[in-house]
C-alpha cells in the first residue's frame, strides 16, 4: 500500500477521492475547515428538489463501494446502475437537506475508517507539504486539490443595489425579488421563490436553453453523455477539446422541471438593469455563475487526463480538470469517474 495523501476539499468530490483512496493508501487526510458546509441548511435551502438519488451518487460507476451509495443511505438498499440512460431518466428526487445529510454519513463512514479531518483552511501548498491557517505543516505522497467552486464576483452593474443571500431567503420575508441569470442556479432559486408566492423577475443576459438533463441530454447525444466518460474514450488531446467546446457552445441549461418559469414569470433581457430594479424594492439574488477555487493558480492546460498538475504529485478534481473530467466537471455525478481516475493514476505511478 502506498503510504499518504491529502485531500484538499471535504465537500462530495474530497469524499468521492477518498472512498476511491481507501483500499489502496494507509493514511489519508482530507483538510477542511467545514466539510460539506455548502450543503448545510445555512448555505442553501434545505427543501430545494435536486434530481434522482443516483445523479448525485459520490460512487456512481463504482461498484466496489456501494455500500456508499446514496441509494443505501437513502433507502438500505441497493440501486446502484452505471446506465446513463437509467441515471437521467430516474424519476425520483431528493431535497438538498437529505444530501448534506448523506454527505455528513460518508463522513462518519469514513472516519471510522482512519480517515483523519483536518478542520482548517489551506495558506500554501509547495514542496509536498500542505501548509494550514493553524499553523500544521502536513507531508504526503500525493495532494489532492478538490476544493470545488466558489460564487463569481458581483457583477459592477449590480453593485448599487441590495443583494439578498440564502440566509436572507431562509430567514426574511419579500414580496418581490430580482433573480439574476440564466443558469440552472438561477432556475432552481426562481422556482423555491414562485413556489412561496413570491413575486419574482428574471433578469438575463443569455438566453437559457432547455431539454439538456443534466445537459446535454440522452435523447440528444445518446451515450456520448458529457460526464468524462465519452470524454476520456477520445484518443487525442485535440479531439478532446473539440469534444468540450462543442458542448460550451451549447450555452446555459434549465431542466425541463423548471421550464415553465419561462411562460409564467417575467424574463427581462436587453433592458435597462435600472428600469428593473425599480419594480423589485432593488434587490436581487445574484445567480451568475461559479468559478474554480484554485489555490495554485493552476491553469487547465497544466492538468493532464489522470487530473494531474504535470511534473508534480498534485491532482485535481472538478472544474480545473476538463481533460480527464469532461464538460460537465460541477456535476456531482462525475465525481466518482474522476476520483477512480486519480487513485489509478496513483497507483500507476508508484509501481
Not at 493508501?25 to 441548511?41: E, N
Amino acid at each position: 500500500m502506498l503510504r499518504s495523501i491529502i485531500i484538499v476539499g471535504g465537500g462530495p468530490r474530497g469524499l468521492a477521492v477518498a472512498i476511491e483512496a481507501l483500499p489502496y493508501i494507509d493514511q489519508i487526510y482530507i483538510v477542511d475547515s467545514k466539510p460539506g458546509a455548502t450543503w448545510s441548511a445555512t448555505s442553501t435551502v434545505a427543501d430545494f428538489e435536486l434530481r434522482s438519488p443516483v445523479s448525485f451518487d459520490l460512487v456512481t460507476y463504482s461498484a466496489n463501494n456501494r455500500h456508499y451509495s446514496l441509494s443505501n443511505y437513502l433507502y438500505t438498499e441497493d440501486m446502484f446502475t452505471t446506465d446513463q440512460l437509467a441515471i437521467e431518466t430516474d424519476p425520483r428526487r431528493i431535497k438538498r437537506s437529505q444530501m448534506f445529510g448523506y454527505l455528513c454519513w460518508v463522513k462518519q463512514k469514513l472516519q471510522q475508517e482512519g480517515v483523519q479531518f483536518l478542520y482548517d483552511d489551506v495558506l500554501d501548498i509547495r514542496d509536498g507539504q500542505v501548509h494550514l491557517k493553524q499553523g500544521a505543516i502536513i507531508t504526503a505522497d500525493n495532494i489532492v486539490l478538490a476544493q470545488g467552486t466558489k460564487e463569481r464576483d458581483t457583477p459592477s452593474y449590480l453593485l448599487p443595489y441590495k443583494p439578498v443571500s440564502n440566509l436572507d431567503i431562509l430567514n426574511k420575508d419579500y414580496g418581490r425579488l430580482l433573480i439574476v441569470g440564466s443558469g440552472q442556479g438561477a432556475f432552481d432559486i426562481a422556482h423555491y421563490l414562485h413556489s412561496k408566492g413570491v413575486d419574482i423577475g428574471i433578469y438575463i443576459t443569455k438566453l437559457p436553453k432547455i431539454h439538456q438533463y443534466p445537459a446535454p441530454s440522452y435523447n440528444i447525444w445518446g451515450p456520448r453523455t458529457a460526464l468524462g466518460v465519452y470524454c476520456n474514450c477520445l484518443s487525442s488531446v485535440e479531439a478532446k477539446r473539440r469534444y468540450i467546446a462543442s458542448v460550451k457552445a451549447w450555452g446555459p441549461s434549465i431542466t425541463p422541471n423548471n421550464e415553465y418559469l419561462l411562460s409564467s414569470v417575467p424574463i427581462y433581457r436587453d433592458v435597462p438593469i435600472e428600469e428593473v430594479m425599480i419594480k423589485y424594492d432593488y434587490r436581487y439574488v445574484n445567480r451568475t455563475g461559479v468559478v474554480p477555487i484554485n489555490t495554485l493558480s493552476i491553469r487547465p492546460d497544466e492538468v493532464d487526463r489522470d487530473g494531474r498538475v504535470l511534473n508534480s504529485q498534485i491532482y485535481v478534481t472538478g472544474p480545473l480538470a476538463i481533460l480527464s473530467d469532461g464538460p460537465r466537471v460541477n456535476s456531482i455525478i462525475s465525481s466518482s469517474t474522476a476520483a477512480q481516475t486519480i487513485v489509478r493514476s496513483i497507483i500507476n505511478a508508484s509501481i
